[in-house]
């Protein structure tokens, strides 16, 4: 139950903040706090910030039932919804998600936006 409800959340979500990109022609940066059970994306205007970090909030969120999200980079959606990395170069970025410690979901973000993964639950 809520592995299903953690995955369907957390597309939902990376689709919502690539529409942002793509709806206000502006960086965004989607980030995880230390421990993965929390989520927030927002802005990061001109002039970018090094390390990408977002100067207005959009969305914030967080898992329920002990589910924790890892990636393996900092997801960064430029302007025209591609993923890029901190250098505005094309880029994937691994996605985790875990609940009480045991995997449930791998994939990856690609520069395209497409978010592949399986789940097993």
Known sequence: KYELMARQQFEFSVMRA?????????????????????YKFGTDKLPFNDPASYDQLIFSDSFKGDVKLTLNDTLIFNSRGYVVDQDDQLNSVSVT???????????TIYATGFLDYSCNF
């Open 97 to 107: 998600l875990k609940r009480k410690g045991k995997t449930f979901c791998t994939g």
């Open 18 to 38: 690539r529409a942002e990109a793509l709806a206000n022609g502006t960086r965004v940066v989607f980030q995880t706090n230390t421990d993965g059970s929390v």
